[in-house]
């Protein structure tokens, strides 16, 4: 299993280069290990499988076969909400939203794997990052069509939660490779992404992106 990604001092390198591809069926159009193997082609480095949609059985079948994939490529996998799966496919870790199981109690299942936690303001990403989550992601930074949270938060925010916080930052909600830049100067240490990659040509979309990360990157370096 990967190395636990809560040194303070962990950059983009621990999260795939700093993107996230997350699954959506809708913003694809295809099965979740079909967009998941493109972006894996692409050179994506870590796997969100969320669904909200299929049974629980079909989640389970599902993220066995993207745990297939992430494990043949060495891509991180989370999987979304639903700790006991994760655990039962051998994924890297969960991710789980404020109304889900309690971080705590995840903990008990979850051992030293990962888990990422969903915030929408300070005080929530204080508690997380409190409460012994290995990152957390903060969001909308900008108006999204598939993340909830209510008003985009702004890369002030953004850069305000940075601040606060020693475990790794993950940026979501309505980032693009135009925009991505911007996103990049609150120092972030990935960004999540679902219909700006899983729209289109989802190998060029994961392409884009990690042209301008590794461009951020290399500036940031200099």
């Given at each position: 299993?990967?190395k636990?990604?809560?040194?303070?001092?962990?950059?983009?390198?621990?999260?795939?280069?700093?993107?996230?591809v997350?699954?959506?069926r809708?913003?694809?159009?295809?099965?979740p290990?079909?967009?998941?193997r493109?972006?894996?082609?692409?050179?994506?480095?870590?796997?969100?499988?969320?669904?909200?949609?299929?049974t629980?059985?079909?989640?389970?079948g599902?993220?066995?076969?993207?745990?297939?994939?992430?494990?043949?490529?060495?891509?991180?996998?989370?999987v979304?909400?639903?700790?006991?799966?994760?655990?039962a496919?051998d994924?890297?870790?969960v991710h789980?939203?404020?109304?889900?199981?309690?971080?705590?109690?995840?903990?008990?299942i979850?051992?030293?794997?990962?888990?990422?936690?969903?915030?929408?303001?300070?005080?929530?990403?204080v508690?997380?990052?409190?409460g012994?989550a290995?990152?957390?992601?903060f969001?909308p930074?900008?108006?999204?069509?598939?993340?909830?949270g209510?008003?985009?938060?702004?890369?002030?925010?953004?850069c305000?939660?940075?601040?606060h916080?020693?475990?790794?930052?993950?940026a979501i909600?309505?980032?693009?490779?135009?925009?991505?830049?911007?996103?990049?100067?609150?120092?972030?240490?990935?960004?999540?992404?679902?219909s700006?990659?899983?729209?289109?040509?989802?190998?060029?979309?994961?392409?884009?992106?990690?042209?301008?990360?590794?461009?951020g990157?290399?500036?940031?370096?200099?």
């Open positions: 299993m990967n636990n990604p809560a040194d303070p001092g962990m950059r983009s390198s621990r999260f795939g280069g700093g993107l996230c997350i699954t959506d809708k913003a694809a159009g295809t099965g290990a079909e967009m998941v493109v972006a894996l082609e692409a050179g994506a480095k870590w796997i969100q499988y969320r669904d909200k949609e299929a629980r059985r079909e989640i389970y599902e993220a066995v076969r993207i745990r297939e994939l992430t494990s043949e490529s060495g891509a991180l996998f989370i979304n909400d639903h700790a006991d799966i994760a655990l496919v994924a890297d870790g789980l939203g404020q109304d889900d199981l309690p971080l705590k109690e995840a903990r008990k979850m051992g030293k794997r990962i888990i990422g936690i969903s915030t929408h303001s300070l005080d929530e990403a508690e997380a990052a409190g012994g290995d990152y957390i992601g969001g930074v900008f108006a999204s069509s598939t993340k909830d209510g008003q985009p938060k702004g890369v002030e925010e953004l305000e939660i940075r601040r916080l020693r475990i790794p930052v993950v909600g309505g980032i693009s490779a135009a925009n991505l830049a911007l996103v990049l100067t609150a120092e972030i240490a990935a960004v999540a992404v679902a700006a990659v899983l729209r289109g040509d989802i190998a060029e979309n994961v392409r884009a992106f990690q042209r301008v990360l590794r461009g990157r290399e500036g940031a370096d200099a």
